[in-house]
């Protein structure tokens, strides 16, 4: 059975992710050689109660096309990149790696985007100001 996901309650599962997070971040810049992995940014690592599993949020940014690629060379890469976080971390037990994609990013650019399709008196800063008195 895996353990429960971290939601900040653990400081030894956040030390933990905000390793793993920091170190996959370096070996996407320096070590991996797989072409299909490029741009990716990696955004939150929650790791289980029981350090058995994390989960690994990133971004990728490219087309389509290059968001699949990267999600199929993470996943295939997934047992070289536990190795080397192994080597690196120096945990009795190292996690299953799970990469996710994370749509946060998409998310804001589409929200932006239909900002920008405002009429201007719609965009004005909101004033608190013109609220009815409570």
């Keep these: 059975m895996r353990g429960r996901p971290n ?34 940014t990696v955004s939150t690592v929650n790791v289980t109660s029981d350090l058995s599993l994390a989960t690994i949020n990133y971004t990728v940014l490219g087309s389509e096309k290059e ?18 976080l192994s080597h690196r971390l120096k945990l009795r037990h190292m996690p299953q790696l799970r990469f996710y994609l994370d749509h946060n990013l998409e998310n804001s ?24 008195p409570s």
């Design 67 to 84: 968001v699949r690629d990267t999600e199929i060379g993470l996943q295939q890469s997934a047992g070289w990149l536990r190795k080397e």
């Design 7 to 40: 939601r900040g309650g653990g400081s030894r599962t956040a030390s933990v992710g905000e390793q793993i997070r920091r170190e996959l971040s370096q070996l996407f810049l320096e070590g991996l050689k797989d072409p299909r992995i490029a741009f990716v």
């Design 109 to 132: 650019f589409y929200i932006q985007g239909l900002l920008t399709k405002l009429p201007d008196e719609d965009r004005k800063p909101f004033d608190p100001s013109e609220l009815p």
